[in-house]
C-alpha cells in the first residue's frame, strides 16, 4: 500500500534519488515507509490492523511451501529492493528466488535481489491507484513473475501476470505454481479471509 508525496499543482515536480530516498528511510526506520519509482516518491503511513493481520495470514501459507519446494523465501517488508535502477520498492510480501542465495559465501544483500517470484500489495483506499496501476506496472516490467493486489473489503485477489494485459480475479481459492516448484500451492480464500475478519473483530469486542 503507499500514496505519492502531496504537492499541490503549483509545486515543481520534484525527481528523487535512491540516495535521497534512503536518507529518509534511514531516520523514519520503519514508518512512513518510503518507495521511489519513476522518480516519485511513494509515502505509506502505518497500516491498519486488517492489513498487518493479511500479511502474516499470507505468509502463514507462502513460506513453508517455498522453503519445503527449495524455490526461494517469502518475506515481509520493510525491505530496500532497487529491481530496476533508480527505484526503491517494499512490497508487503515478497518471494525471493532461490537463485539470489546461489554464493553460500556470502550473506545475501538487498541488492542481490533483481526478480521476484512473487510480490503481494494488501490494498487500503489511499493506495488503489498506486497498487493497481503505478506498482503493477512496476512490478509486471522489472522481472516479477506474478503479481497479486488484494482487496480485504471485497474478498478478492486479483492476480496480474506480464503475459497478461488484464487479471485473473480469485475470490474462493487460488493455486499458485512458481518456477522450480513440483507440487501446487493452494490456497482456500474463503477462509484466509474469514480468518482475518475474525482475528480484527476479537481485537474489538
Known amino acids: 500500500?503507499?500514496?505519492?508525496?502531496?504537492?499541490?499543482?503549483?509545486?515543481?515536480?520534484?525527481r528523487w534519488t535512491t540516495a535521497q530516498v534512503r536518507d529518509l528511510m534511514d531516520e523514519s526506520r520503519h514508518w512512513p515507509r518510503y518507495e521511489l519509482i519513476d522518480g516519485e516518491l511513494i509515502v505509506?503511513?502505518?497500516?491498519?490492523?486488517p492489513h498487518q493481520i493479511a500479511i502474516g495470514e499470507f505468509l502463514q501459507f507462502i513460506k513453508p511451501y517455498t522453503l519445503a519446494?527449495?524455490?526461494?523465501?517469502?518475506?515481509?517488508?520493510p525491505a530496500d529492493l532497487e529491481l530496476k535502477p533508480g527505484t526503491i520498492t517494499q512490497p508487503d510480501v515478497f518471494v525471493i528466488p532461490k537463485a539470489a542465495f546461489t554464493d553460500s559465501d556470502t550473506t545475501p544483500k538487498w541488492s542481490d535481489v533483481t526478480g521476484l517470484l512473487l510480490a503481494i500489495e494488501i490494498i487500503s483506499p489511499s493506495s488503489v491507484r498506486t497498487d493497481r496501476i503505478t506498482k503493477r506496472d512496476f512490478y509486471l516490467g522489472a522481472g516479477v513473475a506474478e503479481y497479486w493486489i488484494v482487496d480485504?473489503?471485497?474478498?478478492?485477489?486479483?492476480?496480474?501476470?506480464?503475459?497478461?494485459e488484464t487479471p485473473e480475479l480469485a475470490r474462493t481459492s487460488l493455486e499458485w505454481l512458481p518456477a522450480g516448484a513440483k507440487s501446487i500451492l493452494t490456497i482456500n480464500l474463503t477462509e484466509l479471509f474469514d480468518s482475518i475478519w475474525a482475528q480484527y473483530r476479537l481485537l474489538f469486542r
Open 44 to 49: 505509506t503511513p502505518a497500516p491498519g490492523f
Open 69 to 77: 519446494e527449495k524455490v526461494g523465501i517469502a518475506v515481509p517488508s
Open 152 to 164: 480485504l473489503d471485497a474478498r478478492i485477489v486479483e492476480r496480474w501476470f506480464p503475459s497478461r
Open 1 to 14: 500500500m503507499g500514496m505519492p508525496a502531496v504537492r499541490t499543482d503549483s509545486t515543481p515536480h520534484r
